[in-house]
């Protein structure tokens, strides 16, 4: 089973519950999981978090093995399947809803989901059919097959712990 994690799901952590002074235990799984194959992502979200001025863009300018390269022609042609669906839906949404969804990391991250062998998306968005403002992963996720949970629901399917010393 390979992870892949949605920018908000680390800039989420970073901000809140998993702050890199307060649980670097977390960061340091991230780091482990990866290098275990367990958890990665994709170049955009890393382009995405490296934008930053703080700690977490520190952080991800050190994880470059992290973000996986989407330029390979699978996903390239998955990213096509990706755009052609939320266009056919363009007319129900927001206006501008499509080129924000397709100038972001989202739609790469479905691709590669569509592209690697039982890839789960980690990402703190929510399946909603009726939003109408912006595309949701879940949503897009739910029309190719690809499943996605939260970051908690990894945590707990990896058996992640941590746990102070003594």
């Not at 990665?40 to 930053?52: D, H, W």
């Not at 789960?120 to 109408?132: A, D, P, S």
Request: with cysteine.
């Amino acid at each position: 089973m390979t992870y892949l994690l949605d920018a908000n799901t680390l800039i989420e952590a970073k901000n809140r519950y998993y702050r890199m002074t307060v649980c670097p235990a977390y960061w340091s799984w991230v780091q482990r999981s990866h290098g275990a194959g367990v958890v990665s992502s994709i170049e955009p979200v890393g382009v995405e978090l490296k934008r930053g001025n703080d700690e977490l863009a520190e952080w991800a300018k050190n994880q470059a093995g992290l973000f996986l390269p989407v330029s390979d022609e699978a996903t390239q042609h998955a990213f096509a399947q990706v755009a052609t669906h939320v266009a056919s839906q363009a007319a129900v949404m927001k206006a501008g809803a499509l080129e924000e969804f397709l100038d972001g990391a989202d739609p790469w991250l479905i691709a590669k989901a569509m592209t690697t062998q039982d890839a789960v998306i980690v990402t703190h968005e929510q399946f909603n059919v009726q939003m109408r403002r912006k595309y949701s992963i879940p949503n897009v996720c739910q029309h190719f097959g690809v499943p996605w949970i939260d970051t908690f629901e990894l945590l707990s399917r990896t058996d992640a712990r941590f746990v102070l010393a003594d």
